[in-house]
């Protein structure tokens, strides 16, 4: 049987019209949430990626500034610029573009974001509040996988779910999260002895590698759930996900396409979490999930 679609966009939607209502509830206290973007080099990749969260603040109405520095750029200067953000009450979340250059410490920079204004879950502050099951900021791939899931009514509690990869980005929050909401998780990785026979288990598979036709028909438990979250760019210019999304179609009950899948959930938990940095900082925000 030919397994169900889920869509990423038309499930980002949903998300949208969440934020848009909340922007409304923000703009009658005369607030527009800002999102400052950290942008190191000429990675092209993260030029893309900036390039459509720019876009998508700018659609659903919330201020975006972009500040641009060369590759070579030092880090103290990188840290006076995160200073200076952290300081402005326009902006409500700050955003490092990962990867930075090999010259720059990743860690010492994003400790430098106030955690109240890391809108992308990275800070030690913030993971530690994950897996201590208190309110932060939850990197958005991770919520958006968790959102993919709610939508389409999938019941994680007690299943087996795999994550492969174990990024700080996506892989460990993404099984933090699985955790939380009371999945068996196995987090799967380079050391892994038998990785195939761990995701052969799962219920729910997450992919989060980065290598193209990594998942075939044989790592997949009929009926299983797929979530691709790999974005691969082939020599043909194509872009593909880690699994072979063709095989797994028949096998699997539900499964996300690249592109048009995880990619625009992570654009829009990234609205959600400015707007949530907003309340926050004006003492709007009535509770609720991270
Ligand atoms: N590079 C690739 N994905 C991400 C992300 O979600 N956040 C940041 N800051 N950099 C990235």
Redo the contacts with the bound molecule.
Sequence with gaps: MAARLIDGKAAAEAVKVEVRSRLARLAEHDLVPGLAIVLVGEHP??EI?VRKKLEACRKVGLRATLHRFPADVSQPTLHGKIAMLNADPAVHGV?????LPPHLDTKATIDRVDPEKDV?G?HPLNIGRLQTGRPGFI???ALGIMRLLQHYGVDVRGKNAVVLGRSA??GRPTSWLLLRAHATVTTCHRHTDDTREHAARADILVSAVGKPHLVTADWVKPGAVVIDVGINRLHDGRVVGDCDFAALSERASMITPVPGGVGPM?VAM?LANCVLAAERAHRLHDGGAA
């Excluded at 955003?95 to 990867?99: A, H, K, T, Y």
């Design positions: 990749p993260s990626y955003l490092v573009q990962l990867p992308d990275l990197p958005c791939t980005i996506v992570t990234l």
